[in-house]
Structures are given as C-alpha cells and as structure tokens.
C-alpha cells in the first residue's frame, strides 16, 4: 500500500486509488492512516467524526464507513495481477486483512508498503544527526530530501476533527523544525546569497516564525544588506505584537542590535562585515520552530 499524507490525501493499493470521495469515509481513512498499521480504537474514530458528541446509531454509521472502505480495497484487489509474490500471499492480502477488525478498533495494515511521513521521518532524522556531527554537507542533503517530500499542507481537503488537528499541527511543527536546521546548513555553507530570495518567501508566509526572521537577517547580514534585515526584524515586531502582544525575544532584540552596530561602524569596501559568533549557523541552535524566546 502506498499512503501520502504530506500534501492531499493518497492511498493506493496495487496501484488503484481507496480514497474515497465521500468525506465521512474520507476522514476515516486519514485518521487510519495517522495510526498505520496500530488498532485506532472505535473511541477515537467516533470522536473524530463526531466531536460534538455521537449521535445515536453513530457505531452503526462508522461500520457502514468500514465498509465502504473495504468495498474500495477489494477493488483494487481484484485489479492486481495474477501472479502474486510468494504462496498463499493473495489468500492473506484481502479487504478484511487490509482493513483489520480487532477488538476494540481497526487497524489499517499497509503490508510494509511507501509512507511519505515515515520516509520524512526517516530523513530528517538522518539530517538531524549529520548535523550534530557536523556534516554541514549531508545534513542539508538530508534534509532537503525530507523537505522534498512534501507536496502541499498534510491531509489537504479532508475535514479534520480534533485528533487529525493534532496530526496536522505535529507534521507542521516537524516540517518546520526540519526547515529551520535546512536553512542552518546552508548558511554554515555559506549560502547566504542563494537563500536570501527563499527566506524572503519564508518570512512572509510564516510572519511570526522566530528562527526564519533570525535566519533571514544573518543572510541578509552577510550579504551586506543592513537596513533590510533591519526592516525583517521591525516587521516581525509588528506581527508578534499584533498577534500576541509580544515582543520579539531577547536573542532576536541581540541580533537586530548586533546588526545596528555593523551598519553604524564604517567598514572599508574590501572587509566583509563580521556576524558577531552567537549568530553564526555552525555555533548555535536556533530555538525551535514555532517557539518564542
């Protein structure tokens, strides 16, 4: 089975779409796939489909989801080919062995099949350890693998309850921590110039995002370009303050002064400007994404 979550919903087996048009069924099939191959408990799907309380006749309803589902399985199934690998494999590979009763639950068992969150995970954790070791190289290698991946927002165009809400915003908050240590590593390649015009995308699409403005500014910095990293540091002053009334943290108000002084200490043409160390990519972590201070 081939499950894509990281842009709209897509499961195939053998090739053939499961993913049901219907949005009931839909979300189940997403809340499944969250959990693949783990028993979802009958609780949990129940709340997610009805967060305001189950109606009456609701156990009824979700079994009548269930099998739809299979219904969309056994599809495919039959438009496998003929020859299966291994014997008595196609005895084992049907609907009610794919989308499992267990008690209590449901388990939607992918048979080992292509998970992009998995293979995201898998990447980026193999980005996050080249970078402790210092591998600027394959950490941004790495990473941009797992960045790759992504095709658009997680579960796009299903209707999440709470527990898809949940998934969303830990894949989001993943994606963006992924993203913050991508643009570390190429900044500690000296990248700066290549980044300046995606980080200015970055920003403006994550207007409170602490680690890409900090980022932003250093490239902007190293580029020579003081008063506009200037201007990124008093637009996210504005977002935070507007959003949350907050103003932005200690380390960011460090890095706008720092800049403040560069620009105001005459440099000959032929000097590079020095980033003070605490903001240099291959001397800190930036703090994580989404956080503030």
Known sequence: MDVRILGGLSVREHGVSITPT???PRQLLALLTAS??????????????????A????????????????????GALRGAPSAEPGPGWSDRRTA?????????????????????VRQFERAAGAGYRAM?????????????????????EPYAGVAAGPRLRREVERLETSRLSVLDQWVEAQLGLGRHVELVPE??????????????????MVALLRCGQHDEA??????????LKGESGMEPSARLRRLQR???????????????????????????????AGSVG
């Open 132 to 152: 402790e070791a210092g591998d600027l190289d394959r950490a941004a290698l790495r990473l941009g693998e797992a960045l790759a991946l992504w095709r658009g």
């Open 258 to 288: 720092s800049v403040l002084a560069v620009r105001n200490t005459e440099v000959r043409p032929f000097y590079a400007p020095r980033i003070p160390a605490q903001f240099s990519p291959t001397r800190a972590r930036l703090v994580p």
């Open 55 to 74: 109606p009456r006749g609701a156990r009824a309803e979700l079994q009548a989801h269930i099998t739809e589902l299979r219904a969309l399985i056994a």
């Open 199 to 216: 980080l200015s995308g970055l920003v403006a699409r994550y207007r409170t995002n602490e680690p890409l403005h900090a980022h932003y």
């Open 36 to 53: 693949a191959d783990q028993v979802v408990p009958v609780t949990v799907l129940t709340e997610e489909l009805w967060p305001s309380g």
């Open 96 to 116: 009610d062995a794919i989308l499992v009763s267990q008690p209590g639950g449901y388990r939607l068992d992918t048979g080992g099949g292509t998970n992009d």
């Open 22 to 24: 219907a949005a009931a």
């Open 230 to 239: 200037l201007t990124v540091y008093e637009r996210l002053r504005v977002a």
